[in-house]
């Protein structure tokens, strides 16, 4: 298994600015994802972090909004942009080990986020 | 990938066994079935999955039907701390497609 590190694991913020999250694993990993929990919901893939590329952005989520980064195999960043109250959610950071569907998926315990 | 349907919330005596079911009625020959549970304030966190045998580890099993249209999860003996929100899921066994897509999954209580 895999240990990720969130931060900051909460914050609030003023509407109009922007927070960067880390996420830190413990080893090597292939596949690193950013997910979005808004209050009371299920999760929802906001992209997938390649290491050396430009991030894979689902439907709905652009890169101006949710810029990430990956500079390495076991680090990236999520920034949100220009915060409105309807991002106050938890964000979250997974990773995987490889490229196939049957390797395990593992998550940070997310970064909680309100905006005022 | 196929989509699940699971009961919204289900109940469970402290110290009996607790089985959520999930159908999976469209789930095609390459698709795994994953459960990931999510407990209050926490990530989600890997439970079990399996392909068409049955499968069991420390922490729960799963019974996967031989049509593989089902599967149920099982903790044998649930505690108060396994109350959670459990999630199936059903996922493709292809090259770079190793995210997860979470449903609104089955909120389990264990009652003392």
């Known amino acids: 298994s895999a240990v990720i590190s969130q931060k900051p694991s909460r914050d609030i913020c003023q509407r109009g600015t922007s927070l960067t999250i880390q996420c830190q694993v413990d080893?090597?990993?292939?596949?690193m994802f950013w997910y979005r929990q808004q209050p009371g919901q299920s999760l929802t893939l906001i992209a997938t972090?390649?290491?050396?590329?430009?991030?894979?952005?689902e439907s709905g989520f652009v890169i101006d909004k949710f810029p990430i980064s990956r500079p390495n195999l076991t680090f990236s960043t999520l920034t949100v942009s220009n915060m409105s109250p309807e991002d106050s959610s938890i964000y979250l950071c997974?990773?995987?080990?490889?490229?196939?569907?049957?390797?395990?998926?593992?998550f940070g315990a997310g970064t909680r986020l309100s905006v005022l | 990938d196929a989509k699940t349907t699971q009961p919204t919330s289900m109940d469970c005596a402290e110290g009996r066994a607790a089985n959520l079911p999930c159908n999976h009625s469209?789930?095609?020959?390459?698709?795994?079935v994953y459960w990931y549970r999510q407990i209050h304030s926490q990530g989600p966190q890997y439970i079990i999955h399996?392909?068409?045998n049955n499968e069991t580890n420390e922490m729960a099993s799963l019974i996967i039907t031989e049509d593989r249209k089902s599967s149920t999860l099982i903790l044998p003996h649930a505690t108060l701390r396994d109350t959670a929100v459990y999630y199936c899921?059903?996922?493709?066994?292809?090259?770079?497609?190793?995210?997860?897509?979470f449903g609104a999954g089955t909120r389990l209580t264990v009652k003392p």
């Open positions: 899921i059903v996922r493709v066994d292809m090259y770079n497609n190793n995210d997860m897509r």
């Open positions: 080893s090597q990993v292939t596949m």
């Open positions: 469209t789930i095609s020959g390459n698709e795994y």
């Open positions: 399996g392909l068409k």
């Open positions: 997974s990773v995987a080990q490889g490229m196939l569907a049957k390797n395990i998926q593992y």
């Open positions: 972090a390649n290491q050396g590329s430009e991030a894979t952005y």
